[in-house]
């Protein structure tokens, strides 16, 4: 029972490991440009207002049948098509949504527009078109060629962004913040210069991992053993490999004892009538059907005449 309940509860977390994987709370609106004029183009060589989604999760995200909007009265303005390979979202990456108002130029052109100097809402909303995902407005006052980005993808905060400006980045499907470095590899590189640390520590992780990988065989090898060593026993034993047997075998349901009860019922009901005959049952020492006997052939042979 505790290897059933074990086994049970594995299949409960993978299965609650997917469904978190999949789940479409993790996706968000990351940033948004309403006059294109001179950025990125799309698929056919145009420029047009654009919205690129971030998967802030760490698994893989399937957004088909996800409804994109820019009216708050009509959820399910734009339903994500299914059969794209290309709406499952890698973790920690992005996907552009072009707004130019024509879904007939592929799945990733929504069937809306975003109208300039006016504020423009947009959200996403679940496959049922009421689950609100995330939504955003952005401001009127935004201008050409400048985005509309949270400052990280993913987080809360957001502002506006100009390309001609210092330190500032239009990222369509890229980071919000491009980094220049690695923290941890400038920390190495200023306390282990000649990588010592580094090495030790690569090494301690790789015999590691051997020395694990002995325990598991040694514990495996031992359980086969003792599994050899218990076969060889009963196999010398008959009397123990059939006491075993019978150990095996559930109480008080052998076919004898079944029949005797049927019997004892009908005999009670008054269901047949009483005869003079007496039945005795037999437990057969082996299985027989009737493919085992010679007498029974595939094909019918021709009947012979006595002349």
Not at 14 to 29: T, V
Not at 68 to 86: E, F, H, I, M, R
Not at 204 to 227: D, E, K
Request: aromatic letters at 8%; one cysteine or more.
């Amino acid at each position: 029972m505790k290897f059933k309940s074990i086994i049970a509860l594995m299949v409960l977390t993978f299965a609650f490991g997917i469904g978190q994987a999949q789940s479409r709370g993790a996706l968000r609106i990351n940033e948004v440009m309403v006059v294109n004029e001179d950025n990125v183009v799309d698929d056919y060589g145009r420029r047009t207002a654009w919205i690129e989604l971030f998967n802030s999760g760490f698994a893989p995200l399937e957004i088909s049948k996800v409804y994109l909007t820019n009216d708050a009265s009509n959820p399910t303005k734009y339903p994500v098509p299914l059969g794209d390979v290309n709406t499952r979202i890698p973790k920690r990456q992005h996907v552009i949504f072009w707004a130019d108002g024509d879904p007939t130029r592929g799945t990733f052109h929504t069937n809306f527009e975003l109208t300039p100097g006016v504020e423009n809402y947009i959200a996403i909303y679940d496959a049922d078109g009421k689950t609100l995902i995330d939504e955003v407005t952005i401001p009127a006052d935004l201008a050409p060629n400048t985005s509309y980005a949270r400052r990280t993808d993913g987080d809360g905060q957001w502002e506006v962004r100009a390309a001609k400006e210092d330190n500032d980045y239009i990222t369509p499907s890229s980071n919000n913040i491009i980094k220049e470095g690695n923290s941890k590899v400038d920390f190495f590189r200023e306390r282990d210069e000649r990588g010592l640390g580094l090495t030790v520590m690569a090494m301690c992780i790789v015999f590691g991992a051997l020395l694990l990988l002995s325990i598991c065989f040694y514990i495996i090898n031992r359980i086969g053993a003792s599994v050899q060593r218990r076969n060889k026993v009963l196999s010398q034993n008959p009397a123990a490999v059939e006491a075993a047997a019978r150990g095996e075998r559930p109480d008080h349901d052998s076919g004898e004892e079944i029949a005797a009860i049927v019997m004892a019922l009908h005999e009670h009901l008054n269901v047949h009538d009483r005869e003079s005959n007496r039945l005795t049952l037999n437990k057969i020492r082996k299985a027989y059907s009737p493919w085992n006997s010679k007498i029974y052939n595939m094909r019918e042979l021709p009947k012979r005449s006595n002349r």
